[in-house]
């Protein structure tokens, strides 16, 4: 990311103090890092590429013989899902590419030198991050509403994807964010959270029903895009009530909560121009 | 969708007696017979559920339920029991596609005792099918060599049911990604001609 923080940021020594402008120091990152984000082409881009996976996954669960015997439920939950998990994914591209991306490219140290907190700079990078799955969210609308016509799920889906997704969504970018701010080049933070990613997407993968016994269930429990999930197919899928299958937040609310707490306490010493936990 | 079936069925004769009295030079041998024939082989068992037909359409979750009772005086070992589905029609049925939960293991039945066991399934191929129940006696019991005790069929007919269409899904399908593709190609086009963000 080209963050070039130039006359727009100039503001103010801490992130709520607010600039010359009267912003305070995280907005004036966030609309920055919006800025080349949307402006820059990448976030086009990417909802666009997002807005094509979709239509294939729609076009087929409506369409496809083999899978037209899936109640509509279940379509709506498929392309939900998938919705949640690649907008969740771009996200996390994205936040993975923020601190590391900027060191890699010479960027970070403009950005260090300008008048706000490193603080600021982690929460306008994460806000930026952020816009990339409300956005993605929005595009995914249309889709739900096609495949859910006629049943009355629609705006139960979109309202649950929407808070499930948006846990998993700050949960996940801020880890992105911290794997960033550790690691010594891009290539690693990219490589290490799409692992992690995949890693914690694949037991979704599991065919559902199966008893697993106490220690898979528990890891169904702490895993939270496995545990967001299950609460979306529990909720739309098998018609639970929502407030039955809440323990399934649990997981997404905490690792948005602790992986936030680490960010605000440790954003000092690791957004820095040297990677590494050990760099000085 | 949960749609209740009832069925009920009746597993054969009850188990025979143990003989009262025995010789000693068959006594050791005469024992383990006694104590097998004290636990009553699945045929004793009679399976009770609710229907006996249902009409849905593909796609639908079917819930059936049973009850396994032991009726005889003497209890059962462990049981096994296990859903299956035939097709009326040879249709190919792939039971994994059906349900993923088509074993149960039982614990033994006293006299009189009774236990009831929910099976969950979805209805994915149209037809005419016949779903029913089977206990089979353990592993480990005794009797294990008894014949399995099936239930009557519950006659499950599923009509297709073709909601989504091209036509409702083709517009937003195509329109979506035509207009962010032309909204990313603005942006490319802005970049080009050197517009830089912020600036």
Known sequence: M?????????????????????APGWRVVAAQECRDLWVGGRGPVLLFAFSVLLSGVTYLAATNQVLNFLEQREAVNLTLEIAVAVGVLVTLVIS???VSGERERGTLENLLLAPVTRRAVVAGKLMAALSL?????????PYVWVLGWGVAIVGQALLLGFIVGTLLAVALAEVGLLISAVSNSNKVSLA????????????????????????????????????????????LVTGHAWTRDLAYLISPLVTAAVAGAILVLTADPIVRLSGGVNAG | ??????????????????????????????????????????????????????????GARLTVKSRIVNPGSVSTDSLVAHLNVASLDGVYV????????????????????STSLSWEFQAVNTGNFGVYVVVLPSRTDPAGTAPPVASSPVHVTVAGKPTLTAGGALPVVVLIPVLLGLAACAAWLRRRRGVRPGR
């Open chain 1, 96 to 98: 993975a590419d923020a």
């Open chain 2, 94 to 113: 792939d039971l994994e596609d059906w349900s993923a939960d088509v074993t149960r293991s039982l614990a033994p039945l006293a006299p009189g005792a």
């Open chain 1, 192 to 235: 290490v959270s799409l692992f992690l990613l995949l890693a914690l997407f694949a037991p979704t993968q599991l065919p559902g029903g199966l008893p697993q016994g106490w220690f898979g269930d528990l890891l169904n429990v702490v895993n939270p895009v496995v545990a967001g999930m299950r609460y979306l197919t529990a909720v």
């Open chain 1, 133 to 141: 799955w409300f956005a993605a969210f929005l595009v995914a609308v």
């Open chain 2, 1 to 58: 969708m949960a749609i209740m079936l009832a069925l009920t069925f009746s597993a054969g004769p009850a188990a025979s007696a143990a003989p009262a009295t025995l010789k000693a030079p068959f006594a050791s041998a005469a024992s383990v017979v006694a104590q097998a024939a004290a636990k009553a082989p699945p045929g004793s068992v009679e399976v009770t559920l609710d229907q006996s037909q249902v009409t849905t359409t593909v």
């Open chain 1, 2 to 22: 080209t963050t070039s923080v130039d006359g727009s940021v100039r503001p103010s020594a801490s992130a709520e103090e607010p600039d010359r402008t009267g």
